[in-house]
């Protein structure tokens, strides 16, 4: 497919963070083949009318458990630890594979429609995960999330990781990836963790885990292992991998240090964090020492959303507020964190994260004609301060128009929401 969008505003987060006023942009197969004057050299067999409309590239959610959609308003105003061991885990241990692959594949539509076009989930039964990335057309990191059960002494979770590299690694036109997700440090053991290393070298991955998110898993570090976590994974050799550390709330001066000198990848959480009081990571901290930290939503029953537009705007305004410092984090910060910054966090960087020639073509359209967006000042502003999910007009993921004009063009979303629904009653009525 070859596609030209013409007379478009354009953020191409390339570097030089200005607006590109009326350029047209022109798609070759999966590709970004040009950016610039008009080409009629290139033949085009779309043309799409970039008038009143802002490209930028496409958002990365870099933290997800997909699949609990289902459990949306499900469990709410709970302390995490209250949360999760009186009613998430319980309610997750009857799910099936019709469960998540339907929660799966509407918090993907919820995605798309929200500007994301990249995630990287955390969950059970990924099989169902792929297959929905697959049939909706967006670009995925998938992770099956391991902790460590005291009854299997083989670890037999770490084989089902090495299936799905093996099943999805590579799928879908290379949209597809897989990293080695042991859950946190205080759902496995030190033995798990090593084994959990040698997998991920053994498939040439990174690894994605939750990392110093509450006070308690911290002070429960200190009195287990006489350090935080972030000190004991870094003693454990974890960061000799690429990591992707979800959350990194409660981190010292020290855990900022190792992160920086190992080029660990944190990932921040703010509507999660915020709404279940887990704190605030010192965002502005790291970004000062060279740190790329990245954006995710959490799963959407902590969220309970998945607009990375919303964390965006979370992400610059409260770390002003904490500071107190109105220029801390500023709006193309927050814009950088939720797409180059991802694009790194995932290691994918070298294809997405930025609308660039030769990049994959992974960018979204925003409808700038809303009331909202009046006047027009600084639109790099508006994408952080004002911007709504729904303004997102037109997805386009590895080339392919996923979304135009609000309408998804790859699956059917009355169906899928009728499903999810009717699975998640069906589930809490098991």
Not at 225 to 240: A, T, V, Y
Not at 265 to 291: Q, T
Request: aromatic share 6%; hydrophobic share 40%.
């Amino acid at each position: 497919m070859s596609i030209l969008i013409k007379n478009v505003d354009l953020l191409a987060m390339d570097g030089n963070n200005e607006i590109i006023r009326g350029t047209n942009i022109y798609i070759t197969d999966n590709k970004i083949e040009h950016i610039g004057a008009l080409r009629p050299d290139l033949e085009v067999e779309k043309v799409i009318d970039g008038n009143n409309k802002l490209a930028m590239p496409g958002l990365i959610n870099a933290h997800t458990h997909l699949g609990m959609s289902l459990l949306r308003n499900y469990a709410d105003d709970l302390p995490l630890f209250e949360w999760l061991t009186t009613k998430i885990w319980p309610i997750e241990a009857k799910m099936n594979e019709k469960d998540i692959y339907w929660g799966s594949l509407l918090s993907m539509v919820e995605m798309v429609q929200s500007g994301t076009t990249t995630f990287c989930d955390m969950y059970i039964m990924m099989d169902e995960v792929g297959k929905g990335a697959e049939e909706i057309g967006i670009r995925a990191m998938l992770t099956r999330g391991m902790g460590e059960d005291k009854n299997d002494p083989t670890f037999s979770k770490l084989n089902e990781a090495r299936d799905l590299y093996k099943e999805w690694h590579g799928k879908a036109n290379g949209r597809i990836r897989t990293m080695v997700a042991p859950h946190a440090p205080y759902t496995c053991s030190d033995k798990f963790l090593l084994k959990a290393m040698e997998l991920a070298e053994e498939l040439n991955t990174g690894i994605h885990i939750h990392l110093s998110e509450t006070k308690k898993e911290v002070e429960d570090s200190y009195n287990i292992h006489g350090k935080s976590p972030i000190e004991h994974m870094n003693d454990l050799g974890l960061f000799d991998y690429h990591t992707l550390a979800a959350h990194c709330v409660h981190v010292s001066d020290r855990d900022i240090e190792i992160m920086a000198e190992k080029n660990v990848y944190p990932v921040n959480n703010p509507g999660s964090n915020l709404k279940l009081a887990s704190g605030f990571a010192p965002v502005d901290k790291m970004l000062k020492r060279g740190i790329k930290v990245s954006l995710g939503t959490d799963g959407p029953s902590s969220n309970n959303n998945l607009n990375i537009f919303e964390e965006i705007n979370l992400a610059a305004i409260v770390n002003k507020a904490v500071n107190l410092d109105a220029v801390s984090v500023s709006a193309i910060n927050a814009i950088e964190m939720a797409t180059v910054n991802g694009a790194y966090a995932l290691d994918w960087f070298d294809e997405i994260g930025s609308i660039e020639v030769g990049k994959k073509a992974d960018l979204i359209l925003i409808d700038l004609d809303k009331p909202h967006l009046y006047p027009r000042y600084n639109l790099i502003s508006s994408i952080a301060y004002s911007v709504q999910g729904s303004d997102v007009d037109t997805v386009i993921i590895d080339g392919n128009v996923v979304m135009e004009k609000r309408i998804i063009k790859t699956v059917d979303v009355e169906k899928i929401m009728y499903m999810a629904d009717k699975q998640a009653r069906d589930l809490i009525n098991r």
